[in-house]
């Protein structure tokens, strides 16, 4: 997060003294010493733009794998209603409950409240 704010004062930085030297050049008083340093500042810029595009892919690579992890997990934890009609009895509210076939648990399980817990 941090970096990322970073990343964003240095583009703010860079942002001025760029868009100074595009005015001129619209204007036609570019200095040769100035072009070379537009051609820097735009060098500079789309190299920017294509780690931003890299990170943005590997984020969401990242977060594809994650979803199919936890779907995985899921897929584990299912309650016994769903899986076959089958409920137990409940001491503690003295009636029939539904139970984690994976673990056992009463449901929802610690693993599936955990999952659906907001971060
Ligand atoms: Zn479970």
Redesign the pocket.
Known sequence: MTHHVDDQVARWARREPLLALLSRATRGVLLPEEGALLRAAVDTELAAAERAERQRDDARRIAVALENQLAAVRG??VDSITASGVVRFNPDTGGDTAY?T??S?NW?????RAIEEQP
């Open positions: 584990l934890h984690c994976h673990d648990q929802p399980c610690a693993t599936i």
